[in-house]
């Protein structure tokens, strides 16, 4: 692993290793008006939530390293304190790379992408039509990051008057995520987009788990269970007892042979064929049978596989 000091590098080299590191961000379009009336949206990846009651967020206008002229977006809320942040689409990726262009001060961001207004209920500045999530918001605070020493960055901390969300987004009274169909930014000229097949779900403990350092020494060094499979089965309240009737078959139960029914995504299949051929001691097929259990978060399976002797 390379070791990089960021005073080594240039600036440009330095903004691109921690962009690419810190990926994927969430873009946050950004619609201000200035003090006469000018509209201007800019899209930022330096963009997060940090708090909900009342809700936060935050974006990081930087001042250029090569001119030293402040964002026209940092003007805008620091001389009227508002804005409004949009989500980004997919559908909307093209529009927001030519909104990230150095336009002129008087120049309506608006018209040059061509991106539609709508009228924000609280704020001055519009929200943007085509994003199906905007928020309303006013300046909390700004932080100036290590003038001390040149930086030229900001947090300007945001905070949260009123949510607009579309209603296509909504499934069950809440928002699927497979229907935003968001972007998000990577480094240098990299994108993602998050689209529904890359959506997993991953749901928080509900109970503090053993720990992987509790795992019998054969399930922790095992060469097949990878680290997921193992924090899985770390999950666990207590340690499992192997439970005689595990497994269970109907009488007509017919399987192929433990590779083709593990290829098949048939993990119960692959595991009545090894105790048909009296092979339950094979520690590293059991150990493949327990992994696509745990794939399929069948973790009360898995452990019993596991501990089939």
């Excluded at 304190?81 to 990230?100: D, G, P, R, W």
Aim: hydrophobic fraction near 40%.
């Amino acid at each position: 692993m390379q070791k990089i000091l960021p005073s080594d590098l240039s600036h440009r080299d330095r903004h691109q290793l921690l962009l690419s590191g810190v990926a994927p961000r969430p873009i946050a379009l950004v619609s201000t008006v200035d003090e006469a009336g000018v509209g201007n949206i800019s899209p930022f990846s330096f963009f997060n939530a940090y708090g909900s009651k009342p809700p936060i967020l935050a974006i990081g206008p930087a001042i250029s390293a090569k001119t030293g002229a402040t964002k026209d977006t940092w003007r805008n809320i620091m001389a009227t304190k508002q804005c409004t942040v949009n989500v980004c689409t997919y559908s909307m990726v093209e529009a927001i790379n030519l909104a990230s262009a150095e336009y002129p001060p008087d120049v309506d961001e608006f018209e040059k992408c061509g991106l539609s207004r709508v009228n924000a209920s609280i704020v001055t500045p519009p929200l943007v039509r085509e994003s199906p999530y905007s928020m309303e918001c006013v300046l909390m605070e700004n932080i100036e990051l290590r003038r001390d020493i040149g930086g030229n960055g900001n947090i300007m901390l945001l905070e949260v008057v009123c949510f607009h969300v579309s209603d296509s987004i909504m499934h069950d009274g809440q928002i699927d995520p497979r229907r935003m169909d968001l972007i998000a930014r990577m480094g240098h000229d990299y994108y993602c987009r998050i689209s529904p097949h890359s959506i997993f779900e991953v749901h928080k403990p509900g109970v503090p788990g053993i720990g992987v350092d509790a795992l019998p020494e054969h399930i922790r060094t095992s060469v097949v269970l990878t680290g997921n499979h193992l924090a899985k089965l770390a999950g666990v309240q207590y340690l499992p007892m192997l439970d005689g009737s595990f497994p269970q078959f109907a009488k007509d139960f017919r399987a192929d042979s433990v590779q083709i029914e593990l290829e098949g995504g048939r993990p119960d299949a692959a595991l009545f064929v090894l105790l048909s051929q009296g092979k339950q001691r094979d520690r590293g097929i059991r150990h493949k049978i327990a992994a696509a259990f745990l794939d399929q978060n069948k973790i009360s399976e898995a452990w019993q596989t596991l501990l089939l002797e």
